[in-house]
């Protein structure tokens, strides 16, 4: 198997090249998940909802892409398939879940991609690869025909190599994103989120910030910050457990993967119950921040992505989503961008938006990319 795509397809449509995640739907096409466990199921019957609009822009699906298997996992890494080759950081994980289709918009194989985030799978594998990655808002995106079939965390989002092709991967898949006010200019009120991150991961933002003339943003808190970080793992668990649980029985699951999985069924309804108390708490706490501000600013990840060579035990790197599996707790909408450090490697900047205001986020992410670098920075080039 290619360690990008499952598998390629045939189409007449001549319009943007798109690549999905091999956990959601196409009719004909089995959905596998990267898991040997899945590979005798049915093909799909008929299309998850966004593979429907996706077709009807005329766009042209060349395959499906790999995943860490079952989407449970972070660093890219799939010993039944394959890994996912990090094209302009080859030594580095790819990041999970959505591997493959990050890998094929870094190559450049694609014009955009489709994932899915549900503790950080679009943004982080966005930040490995060195692409822009979008977690729109809880629900904004449909998930008819995504597996896994319930969640309270999941949502479907577009990897582009630009900010102005996620719009228009946006506008495709979400059909009443309004494009025009993603587009539109704006004068952002924004403040930086006090988080814990690698000195190398904090220099790069805040030299990407002065260059823009940004550097001296308000910083703020959320008290219950790691809380949410802790409590998303546990809705996680559970949430994994219910849909997948059962496979661990078949002896196909990779060792990674299985492990977490037993594991997580040690996940109590009471844990559940105390998560979704700091879920409330979160949410109402991000939601008085953004009454204050426009967006939040923080770093995607909290450390350079390791390398791969270093990354074959999945559950000691978990530490890499401390700052974006809050946000699918809070379900606000939250975007990649791209930067490299002195060093040459990859950082993301991460923004959340108000809830429902994934068009706003789009256009303060296109204000800071495109915001022009001041004077001094110019003539220092």
């Known amino acids: 198997m290619n360690n990008i795509f499952f598998e390629k397809m045939q189409s007449k449509n001549s319009g943007l090249k798109v690549a999905i995640k091999d956990s959601i739907d196409i009719s ?23 593979i429907d609009l996706i077709h009807q822009h005329n766009c042209q699906i060349i395959g499906k892409t790999n995943l860490h298997e079952l989407a449970f996992g972070i660093t890219g890494i799939n010993k039944f398939t394959g890994t996912a080759i990090n094209l302009k950081y080859p030594e580095l994980i790819p990041g999970g879940s959505s591997s493959g289709s990050a890998a094929a918009v870094a190559a450049e194989l694609v014009d955009f991609a489709i994932g899915t985030d549900t503790g950080g799978s679009v943004r982080m594998p966005a930040a490995c690869c060195g692409i822009y990655g979008l977690k729109p808002t809880f629900n904004r995106v449909s998930r008819e025909g995504v597996l896994p079939r319930h969640t309270s965390l999941d949502c479907v989002g577009p990897f582009a190599n630009s900010i102005d092709m996620l719009i228009q991967a946006m506008s495709i898949i979400c059909p009443d994103f309004n494009s025009t006010l993603a587009h539109e200019k704006v004068q952002p009120k924004l403040a930086m989120l006090q988080v814990e991150a690698e000195s190398e991961v904090r220099e790069t933002l805040e030299h990407y910030l002065s260059q823009r003339e940004l550097q001296h943003l308000d910083t703020v808190n959320a008290s219950s910050f790691i809380d949410a970080y802790q409590a998303g793992m546990q809705i996680i668990n559970a949430e994994t457990w ?16 299985n492990v977490r999985l037993l594991k997580a069924a040690a996940t109590s309804d009471q844990d559940v119950e105390a998560a979704n108390q700091i879920r409330e708490k979160f949410t109402q706490e991000i939601n008085a921040l953004l009454d204050q501000y426009d967006a939040l ?3 995607t990840l909290p450390q350079i992505p390791p390398l791969l060579k270093d990354a074959s035990n999945t559950a000691a790197f978990l530490n890499l989503t401390a700052l ?12 990649s961008i791209p930067l490299e450090s002195k060093s040459g ?26 915001k022009k670098l001041c004077q001094k920075e110019e003539l220092d080039k």
């Open 242 to 257: 219910q849909a997948f649980g059962q496979l661990t029985e078949t002896g196909l699951v990779a060792d990674d993967v």
């Open 297 to 299: 600013i923080l770093p």
């Open 324 to 335: 974006i599996r809050p946000f699918n707790l809070s379900g606000h909408p939250a975007i």
């Open 345 to 370: 490697l990859p950082v993301g900047l991460q923004i959340i938006s108000k809830h429902q205001q994934d068009e706003q986020l789009c256009a303060i992410a296109k204000y800071i990319v495109n």
């Open 28 to 50: 004909g096409y089995k959905t596998v998940a990267g898991s040997r466990a899945l590979l005798n199921t049915e093909p799909a019957v008929k299309n998850a909802e966004i």
